[in-house]
Nanobody, 123 residues
C-alpha cells in the first residue's frame, strides 16, 4: 500500500488543522493505521492509532482530548483532526499502516509509511 499525507500548514496556537492520509492499493480496511510526528532535533514519536475497523483508537497523553483520529474505509483515507494546537505540536507528521490486529503503538509494528506533512504552530 502507498500512503500520501496532506493537510499540514502554518496555524496560530489555539487553531485547528485536519490531516489526511490517502492510501492506494488493495485492502486498506485490513490495515491498522497510525500517526507519528518528528519535531526538529527530536526522535519520531507516536501520536495516535486506529484499528482496521475504526472501533478502537489510542492517543499519546499529550494530544488526548485535543486530537481525533478517524478513518473512512470506503474512501481509503485516514484523518487526524487537531484542535487547540500548541507550539509544541510543531513537527512533520507521518501516517503509517500495519497489517496487524488492534491499535499499533510502536513504529516497528508498521509496514508502510507516508512521506510526511509539516505542521507549524506559531505562538
Amino acid at each position: 500500500v502507498q500512503l500520501q499525507a496532506s493537510g499540514g500548514g502554518l496555524v496560530q496556537a489555539g487553531g485547528s488543522l485536519r490531516l489526511s492520509c490517502a492510501a492506494s492499493g488493495r485492502s486498506f480496511s485490513s490495515y491498522a493505521m497510525g500517526w507519528f510526528r518528528q519535531a526538529p532535533g527530536k526522535e519520531r514519536e507516536f501520536v495516535a492509532a486506529i484499528s482496521w475497523s475504526g472501533d478502537t483508537t489510542y492517543y499519546t497523553d499529550s494530544v488526548r482530548g485535543r486530537f481525533t483520529i478517524s478513518r473512512d474505509n470506503a474512501k481509503n483515507t485516514m484523518y487526524l483532526q487537531m484542535n487547540s494546537l500548541k507550539p509544541e505540536d510543531t513537527a512533520v507528521y507521518y501516517c503509517a499502516a500495519g497489517l496487524r490486529h488492534g491499535v499499533l503503538i510502536e513504529d516497528d509494528e508498521y509496514d508502510y509509511w507516508g512521506q510526511g506533512t509539516l505542521v507549524t504552530v506559531s505562538s
